[in-house]
């Protein structure tokens, strides 16, 4: 395949991307979710499978300050915990079918809240990043935040030609939602759109594609 | 490091021990503007020996005209501060660094609140510029010894408008850090300038109460400490220097002639760090730069404000 310019630069960066060691920094890391010691309240939030890390993080104990945890049962697999977290969570749990409904919930506790409340995510991708935007308003840094990566690997695809985001993109290269570009997925993240970058594939050769692959089940 | 030429243009004793220089350029051009919490490093020829101290710019950010600066006379210490107190005349000329800002404002911020003890009043001053001008919402809590000895408290509430608190302790009176700190709204940032017992009581309270590192700002303004003298060894330069008692390590080395970097001299920004090549364990870690497991390790100084109780000490410059 024959390229230039911006196209094959690209090419070239995901090329060594393959390379061992490798590692781009823009690239989001997550943990376990561990209660902070030093707090004067907790709120968790959670989706779907994310309900695990929940369980897990009572397993670990229960803390002295008052807890207050988000649920929402639909995340992308099919896993609901609402039922377990209601013997295990003994006050403060809200279940909500929907993810808005939850953001929303999350914006009115995040109102009356002050300094000493800490944050824990757990979900996809998609979701953990609808949280960090919906608590930067408040003047919360997307790193005092604490996140565990549950769910599905699908990614967030900021198109760079159209602005557009396609959500939950689970191949190497997809159809932009909004200008149907092709677009190569990198790993370049962007925290602030919470979404990876997502180029142009056949821009000089157009309909000339690699293979689309699922590798972000 | 490059210097700015400066003329002493005024000098204002504001209480017993703290004074005020105004500084303006040489040729009278304009200085290069800074953000609120900047400081310079002022160097003062003295007889035999060359003082470089750090201090906070106090002036309005957009006064590009002079630079102010206060000074609180220090009876033991190296010397620099009585330099200034009782050698510095106006007219004088002086070399100073371009402004440097290790103590800058959250822009993030939704609230800022300020905390000062004595004479850590002063990078407040052009941060309280800042803030006005972008209008923030902030809170100032000036804590001093007493009235008398407290400077800028009417400019300071002339400039605040019912933002200021002060705190005197010959009246008894303390801030309450835990009441403080524990009913701040989401985003807010606190700031702490002044002697170390307050700025570690501040940070501690902060970090109690959950506050995320990343909102906790301190500037420690610690002058080197006047220790015993001792002997350092430089491996590359091969030489080996005495470090008088009222002398840091790096003026030692500077009036060796042997060429060091820095940028603060305060222990905070972590230039001068150097290497250890060899001790007999007996570094004095005076810095807020290394953490505490490296200074356990003893593998690197600070020489702008460590300094060794050891016999042996062999730095890799």
Redesign the interface.
């Known amino acids: 395949m024959v390229g230039s310019g911006a196209v094959l630069s690209v090419w070239l960066i995901e090329e060594i991307n393959m390379e061992r060691g490798y590692w781009i920094k823009s690239k989001p890391v997550y943990t376990s979710l561990k209660w902070h010691e030093k707090a004067t309240s907790h709120l968790v939030l959670a989706t779907g499978i994310g309900g695990m890390a929940v369980l897990k993080l009572f397993q670990q104990m229960h803390p002295t300050q008052p807890v207050k945890v988000l649920y929402g049962k639909y995340g992308q697999m099919d896993a609901d915990y609402s039922d377990t977290l209601k013997m295990v969570v003994p006050e403060g749990l809200h279940i909500h079918k929907f993810d808005d409904a939850l953001l929303t919930q999350f914006q009115l506790e995040l109102r009356d809240a002050q300094m000493g409340l800490r944050i824990y995510v757990a979900g996809s991708e998609g979701f953990i990043w609808d949280v960090v935007a919906a608590a930067k308003p408040f003047g919360i840094q997307e790193m005092e935040i604490m996140k565990e990566q549950a769910d599905t690997l699908a990614r967030s695809v900021y198109c760079v030609h159209c602005k557009t985001i396609s959500k939950y993109v689970t191949t190497n290269i997809t159809a932009c939602c909004g200008c149907e570009r092709m677009l190569f997925v990198r790993d370049h993240f962007s925290r602030n759109l919470g979404a990876y970058m997502g180029l142009m594939v056949d821009a000089e050769s157009p309909g000339e594609l690699p293979a689309i692959e699922e590798i972000y089940p | 490091m490059s210097t700015i030429n400066v003329k002493v243009a005024a000098i204002e004793a504001v209480t017993p021990l703290i004074k005020h220089f105004t500084l303006v350029h040489e040729d009278g051009s304009e200085l290069p503007s800074f953000s609120g919490g900047s400081h310079i490093v002022v160097t003062m020829d003295a007889e035999g020996r060359t003082y470089r101290n750090p201090y906070s710019l106090m002036g309005s950010p957009t006064d590009t005209q002079a630079y102010h600066i206060s000074v609180r006379r220090q009876e033991s210490s190296r010397g620099g501060s009585l330099f200034m107190h009782e050698h510095v005349h106006v007219g004088m000329r002086l070399k100073i660094t371009h402004p440097v800002n290790l103590f800058s404002l959250s822009k993030?911020?939704?609230?800022h609140i300020l905390i000062a003890g004595g004479i850590g009043i002063t990078p407040f001053m052009s941060q309280i510029e800042d803030l006005k001008r972008v209008g923030a919402d902030y809170e100032l809590h000036y804590a001093f010894r007493a009235y008398e000895q407290a400077a800028f408290v009417n400019e300071l509430e002339e400039m605040c408008e019912g933002h200021l608190h002060c705190y005197a302790d010959s009246q008894g009176e303390r801030i309450d850090l835990n009441a403080l700190?524990?009913?701040?709204?989401?985003?807010?940032h606190v700031y702490v300038c002044g002697p170390s017992p307050m700025v570690v009581a501040v940070l501690e309270t902060a970090?109690?109460?959950?506050?995320?590192e990343?909102?906790i700002h301190n500037e420690e303004f610690s002058s080197p400490p006047v220790g015993e003298p001792f002997k350092v060894q430089l491996a590359k330069s091969d030489i080996e220097i005495q470090v008088p008692a009222e002398m840091s390590m790096l003026e030692a080395i500077e009036a060796a002639g042997v060429k060091a970097d820095s940028l603060c001299r305060g222990g905070v920004c972590g230039r001068c760090e150097l290497t250890v090549l060899e001790t007999d364990g007996g570094i004095e870690h005076h810095d807020h730069y290394l953490s505490d497991s490296e200074k356990v390790s003893c593998r690197s100084i600070m020489p702008c404000v460590s300094r060794t109780k050891g016999k042996r000490l062999v730095l890799d410059l």
């Not at chain 2, 700190?181 to 807010?188: A, F, K, M, N, V």
């Open positions: 993030l911020a939704h609230k700190l524990s009913q701040q709204p989401l985003g807010s970090r109690n109460l959950g506050w995320p990343n909102n």
